[in-house]
């Protein structure tokens, strides 16, 4: 049997990333040596109190792997009566993102450079989370790496702790090998219920926004799947 500890192991000996430095420019530095004190939160700081992080009760979001950052900038701008809560492990992401905030004014984001793991088991309180976004991650399109890959059963169950009843996990990915896999994964987790009528897919919604990348997706034909399920024990 494996216990709750070797779980958690587990979580962290595999990454489902590669942490790429990528070359900053002159603004993302400065961002990051700048923006980031006031707005990013590290494993140093311990567990999170989102009411006073923001100052505020909100509805709390957590996206995880948010790239650039333009789509996760575009969502707090669109709702301001959010509170969200962005990790990403590519620093030129992070900066950008930080040149967003800076830019709109927005003061309902916060952003962490940490493993998504981590940051879940030593930050984020339970039964915190109204949701979670996880849009395009790795595909880890190679059997052999399929292991890799971030939605995993043991995964899952950590962001079950996370969330509120009722809280939604949504996924997205452009492989649909990925999406059955999710859709596997989801569907024969404790304590989710698969929002779509037909038990699969959804449309995307209106707040999940278009990438470019997405976008030239479109045009080339390539599909995208959504995959939303409900936290309901």
């Known amino acids: 049997m494996t216990t709750d500890a070797n779980k958690k192991i587990n979580l ?3 990454r489902s990333f590669v942490k790429r430095e990528g070359r900053l420019t002159k603004g993302q530095q400065r ?11 590290s494993l140093q700081q311990g567990e999170l109190d989102f009411d006073v992080m923001f100052g505020r009760q909100a509805f709390r979001v957590l996206e995880i792997g948010f790239g650039n950052g333009a789509s996760l900038a575009e969502m707090a701008a669109n709702h301001p ?3 969200y809560l962005g990790i990403e492990v590519h620093r030129p992401g992070v900066g950008n993102l930080l040149l967003q905030i800076e830019k709109q004014g927005l003061n309902n984001i916060r952003v962490s450079n940490d493993d998504a793991v981590e940051v879940l088991e030593k930050q ?15 595909p880890w ?9 971030m939605v995993q059963p043991a995964f899952v169950q950590l962001l079950r702790r996370k969330l509120k009843t009722g809280g939604i996990f949504h996924m997205a990915t452009d492989w649909k090998n990925y999406a059955e896999h999710m859709l596997e994964i989801m569907t024969a987790a404790d304590g989710f219920e698969n929002i779509a009528r037909d038990g699969h897919y959804v449309a995307r919604p209106d707040y999940r926004l278009l990438t ?3 976008q030239r997706g479109h045009r080339l ?6 995959l939303i399920f409900k936290k309901v024990a």
């Open 141 to 149: 399109h190679k059997k052999k790496h399929h292991k890799r890959r």
């Open 124 to 138: 984020i309180p339970d039964v915190s989370l109204d949701a979670v976004y996880l849009f395009f991650p790795d």
């Open 12 to 14: 962290r000996r595999i």
């Open 221 to 226: 034909g390539h599909g995208v799947w959504d």
């Open 31 to 41: 961002a990051l040596d700048e923006l980031l004190p006031r707005y990013g939160i």
């Open 212 to 214: 470019k990348f997405e």
């Open 81 to 83: 009566g959010y509170d």
